[in-house]
């Protein structure tokens, strides 16, 4: 496996900073506002209750696992029993148990690209081979449907994918999904593993969920989480729901990795899944305002360029034709830009995307319009 190039890019940052550098991190993909004050309180008051302090049952609370399953309704019409939701540390671990229990040697998980950065590598943990099936900005970085089914071999066992995406921000239509999954049918040994974590960022639209179609309920694993949506990465709580024999497996998993989730987060959890979707409004707002300021400023970064994305909080310009002698790549440009303009922002390449950086807008407006001009000053002296 390759280091996660998110998390290696943070921890740079952190490190220039805390050696007195000024740095505008746009690099990690994580909200900057404050969480919503009942989840503070859920936690307060899960501590005070003094009950939840012993190891969680692996799969996680009964009564969690149950509010996951109504969420899973209310919000996606997906139909899951209580028994076939599991609850992870991070929807990194939700994922990385479903691919350990679905794919190993022999075996290829195809994965539309751009792709977030870890989906290939815990896909090469199990020995499983990542088959990338590319797009291009002018296709919104979204390969077209017919391309990702070409791509599927009678080896395939995963199809592995985030709408909205990250790195791209793109989300896939209620079209794009029924095409998708008529893909699917039609190979019966094919499982989907749809990671739905930004489902709540959708700026114009809506977003929806491919294991609600006719005939996908025994083919996806959902995942999910709180992480974006409640402004709670740190709490480090994921979930999964799919069919019980993928659960149970994923369990198997779990169980010998790290057992039951944190006890104080899943209480905190079934408050956030529980709470009306409604006041994740103003989050969204933000993020639609700085995506449109993060646009803007980019009008002014020579030779990039960049399409407009329906989701999430990243943007994902093409940046090549500002390379030149030293700077050669995307890595040398995240480096350069890190150093000479304190702007940390992360290489594409490492999410399928050659020749892009991704740029995480969930930070504060003031500090995105110094980054856009400092990048914009920067690119200009390449
Ligand atoms: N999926 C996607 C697409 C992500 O961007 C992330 C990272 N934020 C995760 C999963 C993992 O989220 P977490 O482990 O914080 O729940
Ligand atoms: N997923 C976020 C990102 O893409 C957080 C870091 C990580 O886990 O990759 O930046």
Redesign the pocket.
């Known amino acids: 496996m390759q280091e996660s190039a998110?998390l290696q890019m943070a921890q740079r940052t952190r490190e220039l900073r805390a050696a007195g550098k000024d740095i505008i991190d746009l690099s990690l993909?994580?909200p900057d506002q404050d969480p919503p004050s009942f989840a503070i309180e859920a936690a307060k008051e899960a501590i005070a209750q003094g009950k939840w302090n012993k190891y969680p049952p692996v799969a996680g609370y009964a009564d969690v696992r149950a509010a996951i399953a109504h969420k899973f309704k209310r919000d996606n019409n997906l139909d899951y029993t209580p028994e076939q939701v599991l609850v992870?540390?991070?929807?990194?671990?939700?994922?990385m148990n479903t691919v350990i229990a679905l794919a190993g040697p022999g075996d290829e998980v195809v994965i539309p690209a751009p792709y977030?950065v870890?989906?290939s590598e815990q896909v090469r943990y199990t020995g499983a081979v990542p088959v990338i099936v590319h797009s291009t900005l002018a296709e919104d970085w979204k390969p077209p449907i017919a391309r990702i089914a070409a791509a599927i071999t009678p080896r395939t066992r995963v199809l592995l994918f985030?709408s909205p995406?990250?790195?791209s921000g793109a989300v896939l239509s209620a079209q794009e999904l029924e095409e998708l999954a008529a893909v699917v049918l039609k190979h019966p040994g094919l499982m989907v593993i749809s990671?739905e974590?930004?489902e709540h960022i959708v700026f114009s639209g809506k977003h929806h969920s491919i294991g609600a179609l006719p005939g996908m309920a025994d083919r996806v694993i959902t995942?999910n989480?709180?992480?974006?949506a409640f402004a709670l990465?740190g709490w480090?709580?994921?979930y999964m729901a799919g069919p019980q024999w993928v659960i149970k497996a994923a369990n198997k998993v779990q169980g010998q990795f790290t057992s039951g989730a944190n006890g104080i987060a899943q209480r905190v959890t079934k408050a956030c899944v529980e709470a009306d979707p409604g006041l994740i409004a103003g989050l969204r707002a933000d993020f639609l305002r700085r995506r449109d300021l993060v646009l803007e400023g980019l009008k002014a970064v020579p030779g990039w360029k960049c399409n407009i994305p329906d989701g999430?909080f990243y943007v994902l310009p093409e940046v090549s034709a500002c390379y030149n002698g030293q700077v050669r790549n995307g890595d040398d440009l995240a480096m350069y830009l890190l150093n000479d303009a304190g702007v940390s922002v992360v290489d594409g390449e490492p999410f399928g995307a050659p020749g892009t950086v991704r740029i995480s807008y969930a930070t504060g407006d003031a500090l995105l319009k110094e980054a856009m001009a400092r990048i914009a000053s920067a690119v200009g002296k390449l």
């Open positions: 998110t993909g994580e992870s540390t991070g929807a990194k671990q939700a994922i977030w870890s989906y985030s995406c990250n790195p990671d974590i930004y995942i989480g709180i992480s974006k990465t480090r709580i994921g999430a």
